[in-house]
T-cell receptor, first 113, second 109 residues
Framework: EPEVTQTPSHQVTQMGQEVILRCVPISNHLYFYWYRQILGQKVEFLVSFYNNEISEKSEIFDDQFSVERPDGSNFTLKIRSTKLEDSAMYFC???????????FGSGTRLTVV | AQRVTQPEKLLSVFKGAPVELKCNYSYSGSPELFWYVQYSRQRLQLLLRHISRESIKGFTADLNKGETSFHLKKPFAQEEDSAMYYCALSVQGAQKLVFGQGTRLTINP
């Protein structure tokens, strides 16, 4: 069964540093997403991406965040200057059509120290 | 705004007993409802979507628009059902999933 792949599985970074979280969505999917889950809290939507542009973003997704699909296969989330409160599990997801739901990756645990 | 409420953070039942994980939503239109499951140290996996009306691993869920609920049920719990369960809502035309807080289900032997 096709999978969404995320790397790395765990990233530790110092406050103020830039991080790039990587995702390889399922190859024939057209819609891509990032979600995050702070420890003990619910999964929260960050951003959706379709046709090479952001289609929706949450209030969490401020100017320090950006997404890119640089080469037609990877889908990246960049956090420019990390803060302690960015520590969370970040999930990438993709889907092909409306009715079939999302396929999630296994997540990247980001720890900002 | 859309909202999903899972009132139980923790639910513990014995093997063979019936299970019901509650989910209520807030949305004035016609939502799309999903249940996702996350086994220990694994990814979020789609368990059920309401439009398909299917049964997966013995679980079913019925959308009750009058009560704005989408409770997940299984008549006889198994130990391998122990996991974190998330109810989620999506609105057609919007892109995002809105998740509930999740319910950690533990099946005792």
């Amino acid at each position: 069964e096709p999978e969404v792949t995320q790397t790395p599985s765990h990233q530790v970074t110092q406050m103020g540093q830039e991080v790039i979280l990587r995702c390889v969505p399922i190859s024939n999917h057209l819609y891509f997403y990032w979600y995050r889950q702070i420890l003990g809290q619910k999964v929260e939507f960050l951003v959706s991406f379709y046709n090479n542009e952001i289609s929706e973003k949450s209030e969490i997704f401020d100017d320090q965040f950006s997404v890119e699909r640089p080469d037609g296969s990877n889908f990246t989330l960049k956090i420019r200057s990390t803060k302690l409160e960015d520590s969370a599990m970040y999930f990438c997801a993709s889907r092909d059509t409306w009715v079939y739901g999302y396929t999630f990756g296994s997540g990247t645990r980001l720890t900002v120290v | 705004a859309q909202r999903v409420t899972q009132p139980e953070k923790l639910l513990s039942v014995f093997k063979g007993a019936p299970v019901e994980l509650k989910c209520n939503y807030s949305y004035s239109g016609s939502p799309e409802l999903f249940w996702y499951v996350q086994y220990s140290r694994q990814r979020l996996q789609l368990l059920l979507r309401h439009i398909s009306r299917e049964s997966i691993k013995g679980f079913t869920a019925d959308l009750n628009k009058g009560e704005t609920s989408f409770h997940l049920k299984k008549p006889f719990a198994q130990e391998e059902d122990s996991a974190m369960y998330y109810c989620a809502l999506s609105v057609q035309g919007a892109q995002k999933l809105v998740f509930g807080q999740g319910t950690r289900l533990t099946i005792n032997p």
